[in-house]
């Protein structure tokens, strides 16, 4: 079970980054397009990035406090008070 746990919180890490780093790329084209002007290309962009980093970061956050919760129960410890 902890091997499980270990892997799901690698899992949770990685969706993190992932998420974060979508949300960052698109804080990036969104100055450029600042910069240079919107075109097409670039909201279809920051569109497809916002969207890909909601979609991997939400789960990844639910999953990392899951486990945390889990490590917590068998600790017997209680974040919640």
Do not use: C, K, N
Not at 18 to 30: D, H, K, R
Not at 58 to 63: D, E, F, K, T, Y
Not at 74 to 81: L, N, Q, S, V, Y
Request: zero cysteines; charged letters at 20%.
């Amino acid at each position: 079970m902890l091997v499980r746990r270990d892997s799901l919180r690698r899992l949770a890490r990685l969706g993190q980054r992932l998420g974060y780093l979508a949300f960052a790329a698109s804080l990036v084209i969104f100055a450029a397009g600042l910069a240079s002007g919107f075109s097409g290309r670039v909201a279809t962009s920051l569109v497809v990035l916002l969207v890909a980093g909601s979609v991997v970061l939400a789960p990844a956050i639910v999953l990392h406090y899951a486990v945390r919760a889990a490590d917590d129960e068998d600790r017997g410890t209680d974040r919640r008070h």
